[in-house]
């Protein structure tokens, strides 16, 4: 099976498309962020929960803003797709699994400056966002979520703006921004 339970050849026939019809609002919470990370003097430690086929590590690449990338993906076709056209550069280390609170930052001691979750915490069980959210505090002090509004999108794992406002804020993220023009909701969320 391949991204969103597709098959395979269907799938590569997504990639070959660039996924334009699929990742419209996807590309647009990525290029919000790399803005905001690039008014910053220099480039960030990025980590990335889910990064599926690697359009976003491909704009931050370009656009000069990652010191050092880490990302998890647990879909293998997206992991071997973006690992056979990324995984050489040596600012980026990919993993073919779920997040699961187990990595570490590039030196070490100093977090991540940066996470990532850009449509995938929707995916994990509602009883289990919370801790998920947690993890990803612990890695960075500035996290860029994005998910469906259940009052927009209903659909299982999803909960309404307020909801995900005050998970994340229960998750140790002091300030959160939502960012309302897209189809789907950015919080840019600050410890």
Request: one cysteine or more; proline letters at 6%.
């Amino acid at each position: 099976m391949g991204q969103a339970g597709y098959e395979s050849k269907e799938y590569e026939r997504l990639v070959k498309r660039g996924f334009k019809p699929y990742s419209r609002g996807h590309r647009m919470m990525y290029e919000h962020a790399i803005d905001a990370i690039k008014k910053t003097a220099d480039p960030a430690n990025i980590f990335e929960a889910g990064f599926g086929i690697g359009w976003g590590l491909d704009r931050m690449l370009e656009e000069g803003v990652v010191d050092v990338y880490v990302g998890c993906e647990p879909n293998a076709d997206s992991f071997k797709y973006t690992r056979d056209r990324l995984g050489l550069n040596p600012r980026v280390t990919l993993y073919p699994k779920a997040f699961d609170y187990s990595f570490e930052s590039p030196d070490g001691e100093k977090p991540f400056d940066e996470a990532f979750c850009i449509e995938v915490i929707e995916h994990v069980p509602l009883n289990d966002q919370l801790a998920f959210l947690e993890g990803l505090r612990a890695l960075a002090p500035r996290l860029w979520l994005s998910t469906p509004d259940k009052d927009r999108v209903p659909s299982e794992g999803v909960r309404t703006m307020k909801e995900w406002v005050a998970l994340i804020k229960e998750a140790g993220f002091e300030s959160v921004e939502v960012n309302m023009a897209h189809w789907t909701y950015l919080y840019e969320c600050r410890a």
